[in-house]
């Protein structure tokens, strides 16, 4: 349908799944491939708190200190009932290969999605 007096046609361009969530949401369910496969949301978090941490991309600095420690946390996480989810923009390829730098940095590869 055209726009205003322009006569240019409104294209609608999807949104991301997860924008404008916010603490304390639902989070929407969406099917993701990760570097353990493919994951359901929702079925993944099924009866858990989750805590899900987004960074904008593999081999950013800070990012790759964060999810190494993070995964330090993982198994008193795991004791209160909380898994894990890592979400960014790269492919899983990159992600794979961002997590054996991950290790070499910090020690500790993330075994969470």
């Known amino acids: 349908a055209p726009v205003g007096n322009s006569g240019k046609t409104a294209v609608a361009t999807p949104r991301p799944p997860f924008s404008g ?18 994951l359901g949301v929702h079925a993944y978090l099924r009866g858990s708190w989750g805590l899900i941490i987004t960074h904008p991309g593999a081999f950013t600095p800070v990012c790759t200190d964060e999810v190494g420690r993070l995964q330090m946390a993982v198994p008193e996480l795991k004791k209160r009932g909380c898994k894990v989810l ?3 923009t790269d492919s899983v390829r990159d992600n794979r290969a961002w997590l ?7 020690g500790h590869k993330p075994k969470y999605p």
Request: charged share 25%; glycine share 8%.
């Open 21 to 38: 969530v916010r603490v304390h949401d639902t989070i929407p369910d969406a099917m993701l491939s990760t570097t353990r496969g493919l």
């Open 86 to 88: 890592g979400i960014n």
């Open 100 to 106: 054996r730098d991950v290790k070499a940095v910090t």
